[in-house]
């Protein structure tokens, strides 16, 4: 079975730290995205990548960065958090045209 | 870029009846339409999807219809029961966007015993 496992349930950090979250897959899968769930706005892609070292901006890429060293691993950075970015994030993996298998998300408080 | 339009935002229907969810999409080159079931505290998870080489997928008591020359889908759920109750996203994506899908805003669905 797909196993996307993101590090930390939930998350509480301070205004102006930097902020890692992690996710890993264990399917081999091309494509991973980071995205973000707040009540009434659905799921907004904040960024994904298509290979190891690759990345693409996603619709709100603002005050996040990513990275990914390894085909497993794509990992979130909130650069200096502030508060509005608190928020649930869900971690996804897909490969080609199937559908995507996301994480148990984490859900981040900035105080 | 790709936007998906899904309606209603909010669903209530007595267990029994069914329930229709539709999703609009704007670009004609998206060939692949899954939906999503989120329960609460839960991650969303694949319930059915469509290609867009066909207008009509069944699986028991959901079923997804296509429509590519109005550029609209939906999701139909028959005989609805309580467990039903969730958030489902549509989503829309084809195959040379690096693995991207657009995703609808949710429908909220409760089925009241």
């Known amino acids: 079975d797909v196993k996307v496992t993101q590090s930390s349930r939930y998350l509480v950090k301070r205004t102006g730290e930097k902020v890692f979250l992690e996710c890993v897959q264990d399917m081999d899968h091309e494509n991973m995205f980071w995205y973000r769930q707040d009540p009434g706005l659905g799921l907004r892609l904040i960024y994904f990548?298509?290979?190891?070292?690759?990345?693409e901006k996603g619709d709100i890429p603002e005050g996040y960065s990513v990275s990914r060293e390894k085909k497993e691993r794509f990992s979130l950075i909130l650069e200096s958090a502030s508060t509005n970015q608190t928020s649930m994030y869900l971690c996804a993996t897909r490969q080609y045209n199937q559908p995507q298998h996301f994480g148990d998300g984490t859900r981040l408080s900035i105080l | 870029g790709e936007n998906v339009e899904q309606h209603p935002s909010t669903l209530s229907v007595q267990e029994g009846d069914s329930a229709v969810i539709k999703c609009t999409y704007s670009?004609?080159?998206?060939?692949?339409f899954p939906w999503y079931k989120q329960e609460l505290g839960k991650r969303p998870q694949l319930i059915i999807d469509i290609r867009s080489n066909v207008g009509e997928k069944k699986d028991q008591r959901i079923a997804v219809t296509l429509n590519k020359t109005a550029k609209h889908f939906s999701l139909h759920i028959t005989e609805t029961q309580p467990e039903d109750s969730a958030v489902y996203f549509c989503?829309?994506?084809?195959?040379?966007?690096?693995?991207?899908?657009?995703f609808g805003d949710g429908t909220t669905l409760t089925v009241k015993p």
């Open positions: 670009d004609s080159a998206s060939n692949y």
């Open positions: 989503a829309a994506s084809w195959n040379t966007n690096a693995g991207k899908s657009t």
């Open positions: 990548s298509y290979d190891v070292k690759m990345k």
